[in-house]
């Protein structure tokens, strides 16, 4: 909307570079072009703004596909007006000179025009489309054919309107279709599940099983060699009876001999003994067989002395000493004075 001021009964108006003003004084074209800026009396001008910028307009309809099941379809459609005196011509742009606002709604008249044209197209499209096919492939049927079908529209050159673009933004059933549409795909998805679920278990069953096999197949060996242990233990046990019954054997062989040597010397030593003992005795007989008496007597006495207790001092009378003296063949002592 362009700018109105008021100065002493004149008008001032003041465009955007978007808006095309054209500027009517007594029947004549006084101001034409986008961005304008002039004064003028507003009992004698009629003007007229026609936005010229890219405009998108937003659409959504329903349709019926080949099945007879309805669809809700959403698309925008950009456009803008390319010939802005075409425009006014055809259609109400003009605004009221005291306040700059349209007095009419032409963007709406576009507006119509254009979702009904589009509208129409794609109506052909999906009623000649089943369901499935339209939601797979029909937004990309109905974008060409609405697309087609507007730039082929007579009355859209005719107003000064160019489309720049179409874009369908989606194809929609019903929501109760929908949830049925979506049900064997959920359905496949969950039997996918279900299955990786079972595959995963199956996985699991087995590894434990090989677990299990592997556990017993541990047991088995240690249990085999538990019992080579143990049959081992016993050979050894035996083994080592065996060495030590034959060095048992040894060792008694050896006592025994050892016995017997010992035996053996200490009668020889036992018969040389009693031989020595028989030679000293025969010795000791001879010898006092050819001493003479008194020698005798003084072997009796210094054994009798040997046994008899120690005596410190002994007093022998002249008698006794000249008896035992004439016995031993020595001559009488002396008397003492």
Partial sequence: MADITRRFGWRHLR???????????RGRLAHD??????????????????????????????????????VTVQATVTYRISDPAEAAARLDFSVDPDTGVWRGAPLEQIATLLTETAQQHALDVLARTPLAA??????????ERVATGLAAEPRLPATGIDVVAVRVVAIRPEAEVERALRTPAREQIQQEADRSVYERRAVAVERERTIAENELS????????????????????????????????VRADAEAARTVRLA?????????????????????????????????????ATRLAENLPRIDSLILSPDVLTGLLSRLGRPEPEERA
């Fill in 15 to 25: 465009s955007a570079p978007t808006a095309h003003i054209r500027h009517h004084k």
């Fill in 33 to 70: 072009g986008p961005g304008l800026s002039f004064w003028y009396r507003s009992l004698s001008a009629a003007l007229s703004e026609v936005p010229v910028d890219d405009r998108e307009l937003a659409m959504a309809f329903h349709a019926r596909t080949a099945d007879f099941q309805d």
């Fill in 134 to 143: 339209a939601l797979v492939d029909g937004v990309a049927a109905v974008r």
């Fill in 218 to 249: 541990s047991k088995i060996e240690l249990a085999r060699r538990e019992e080579q242990l143990v049959d081992q233990r016993g050979t050894n046990a035996r083994r080592e009876a065996e060495e030590k019954s034959a060095a048992d054997g």
């Fill in 264 to 300: 053996r010397a200490e009668a020889e030593a036992a018969r040389e003994v009693g031989a020595a003992r028989a030679e000293a005795q025969a010795a000791w007989l001879r010898a006092h067989a050819e001493a003479g008496p008194g020698t005798l007597h003084a072997l009796a």
